[in-house]
């Protein structure tokens, strides 16, 4: 397993914990994740996937459930809704390339989800990657501007 994708199945597992468990507090989950990676540098990019996932949640939770039409975030399994979360972070706050973030989403859907997770998991993170690409492009100058 390539060590990002590694940092990013911590961070997802970490995730889970914290939906399942609301009272772990940061501390242990930074713990966690110091004692499972023995990288300087992964164990910090598992850490911001964490805790940037956790500090933007509200937010990240109100474009997944636009993308994700007839879903709401209860009835979704919660591997599944917390990969979604984890890959909307890093799709909307990160520099990773967007298609990089999907397949790695996919992929942890087939290890953790159920069998239709990975399709779940790459139409909705698909959705959000057009809204990505919307917003970040530029819009072609008016009649006047180019005037």
């Known amino acids: 397993m390539a060590k990002r994708s590694k940092a990013r199945e911590l961070a997802m597992q970490m995730l889970f914990l914290v939906d399942m468990n609301p009272d772990v507090d940061d501390d242990t989950v930074l713990g966690m994740i110091q004692e499972r990676i023995d990288d300087e540098e992964l164990e910090k990019f598992s850490w911001s996937l ?12 109100q474009q997944i459930q636009k993308a994700a039409k007839n879903w709401s975030l209860k009835r979704m399994a919660p591997t599944d809704r917390n990969l979604l979360r984890l890959g909307a972070f890093e799709l909307y706050h990160l520099d990773t390339p967007n298609s990089v973030v999907i397949d790695e989403a996919i992929k942890l859907a087939k290890k953790f ?21 919307i917003e970040s492009t530029p819009q072609p100058p008016s009649a006047e501007e180019l005037t």
């Not at 964490?50 to 939770?61: A, N, V």
Request: aromatic share 6%.
């Open 50 to 61: 964490f805790s940037g996932t956790i500090r933007h949640r509200d937010k990240l939770d």
């Open 113 to 133: 989800g159920t069998e239709n997770s990975s399709a779940f998991i790459n139409g909705i993170l698909d959705n959000l990657n057009g809204e990505v690409a």
